[in-house]
Structures are given as C-alpha cells and as structure tokens.
Nanobody, 124 residues
Framework: QVQLVESGGGLVEPGGSLRLSCVAS???????VIWFRQAPGKERERVLC????????FYADSEKGRFTISRDNAKNTVYLQMNDLRPEDTGVYYC??????????????????WGQGTQVTVSS
C-alpha cells in the first residue's frame, strides 16, 4: 500500500510558476507516477506521467514547453514543475501511482494509489 500526498498548489497570476510535489509513504522506485488535472465542471484528464525508467509522457501539447515532471527516488517524491501558467490550467491536481516495469506510461494504465489533490488556481 502506498499513500500519496500532494502539495504546492495555490493561487498564482497568469505567467507565474508553481511546483507541485507528490510524496509517497514508501519507495516509488518501481512505480510509474502520473499527474492528473480536474478542472471545474470537467472530467479528470491526464497531464504528465513518469516511469521508473525516468521516461516521460505528455498527454496534451498545451503543456509541452511549460510543464516538466521529475522524480527524486531518495525522497520518494515526484514533482510537477509548471511554468507560464494560464487560466485554463486551473483545477485540482492529483498524483497517482502504479507499480509497473513498463518503460513508458501507457494510455491504458489504471493507477492503484491516489493522493487527495491540491488546488491550483491561475487568475489575475
């Protein structure tokens, strides 16, 4: 069992930056970790995923060049660095984990462990 806790959300003006953290209760060495976003009134969507092999997958072109995902296995933590934030980035951001040896994240992955989410609001 893995417990995940997100932090780092908040209110930021357009063009600003935030770094979200997803801290696990135990090692994430063998896990793929993904960040999801759920905007108000919309379905949850995939944002970025990173595998145990440090391979990263984007799910939307709008995040390329602005968002990066990284992991620090020594700290059992995965980060989502978000730059040049836009109002449409607003939502609750969740991290989730899946134990897998896959080299890349798959669109058909179902994730076994979830955090409680952290709110990101981009507004002037």
């Amino acid at each position: 069992q893995v417990q995940l806790v997100e932090s780092g959300g908040g209110l930021v003006e357009p063009g600003g930056s935030l770094r979200l953290s997803c801290v696990a209760s135990n090692t994430l060495d063998d896990y793929a970790v993904i960040w999801f976003r759920q905007a108000p009134g919309k379905e949850r969507e995939r944002v970025l995923c990173i595998t145990a092999h440090d391979r990263k997958t984007f799910y939307a072109d709008s995040e390329k060049g602005r968002f990066t995902i990284s992991r620090d296995n020594a700290k059992n933590t995965v980060y989502l660095q978000m730059n040049d934030l836009r109002p449409e980035d607003t939502g609750v951001y969740y991290c989730a984990a899946k134990k897998t040896a896959n080299y890349y994240c798959s669109a058909v992955f179902s994730f076994d462990f979830w955090g409680q989410g952290t709110q990101v609001t981009v507004s002037s």
